[in-house]
């Protein structure tokens, strides 16, 4: 105990822990493409599962073998699907071709537009930190709820009646 430290300076002398070392760079990442040059990935939305491959080209969209103007009548719904190309600013940069399963219209826009971001991020990697910011990454887990013996539905009873 005859040690005795003046002042914070000498704090640093007593400890034999190692001083911090700056942190290490994150390793870059690199495209993930097949040997069409194309990048795959699945999204998902309520119970729809779309298939996305994305590649070099205009900007044109194709779902299950028809123009997204045809497939996806709705304007809402095209715009669902644009939002994750125009955070990127890659809208007429690459082609996307996709096939989609299950659900309802509103649920594959939904998947396609998970898909396509998912394929961006293995496409291009440095559009990940706009996509994710977006939150187009992110997967909507929200599913119908189960209906439940006893009710009409998932939580509507049935009417009551006093007689």
């Given at each position: 105990m005859s040690d005795i430290v003046q002042?914070?300076?000498?704090?640093?002398?007593?400890t034999n822990a190692p001083k911090p070392n700056a942190p290490e760079p994150m390793p870059e990442r690199k495209p993930v493409l097949d040997a069409f040059g194309r990048a795959y990935a699945?999204?998902?939305?309520?119970t729809a599962i779309a298939r996305v491959w994305l590649k070099a080209g205009s900007g044109k969209i194709v779902v299950n073998d028809r123009v997204?103007?045809?497939?996806?009548a709705r304007p809402v719904l095209r715009?669902?699907?644009q939002q994750p190309l125009l955070a990127a600013a890659r809208a007429s940069e690459v082609d996307?071709?996709?096939?989609?399963?299950g659900s309802g219209l509103s649920g594959q826009a939904g998947?396609?537009?998970h898909g396509i971001a998912k394929a961006l991020c293995l496409y291009d990697p440095t559009v990940r930190g706009a996509l994710k910011a977006g939150g187009f990454l992110t997967r909507d887990s929200r599913v119908v709820e189960r209906k439940k013996y006893g009710k009409a539905k998932a939580r509507r009873s049935f009417q009551f009646s006093k007689r």
């Open positions: 002042g914070m300076e000498g704090l640093g002398a007593l699945t999204g998902k939305r309520k997204q103007e045809i497939y996806f715009m669902l699907i996307v071709m996709c096939t989609v399963t998947a396609v537009r």
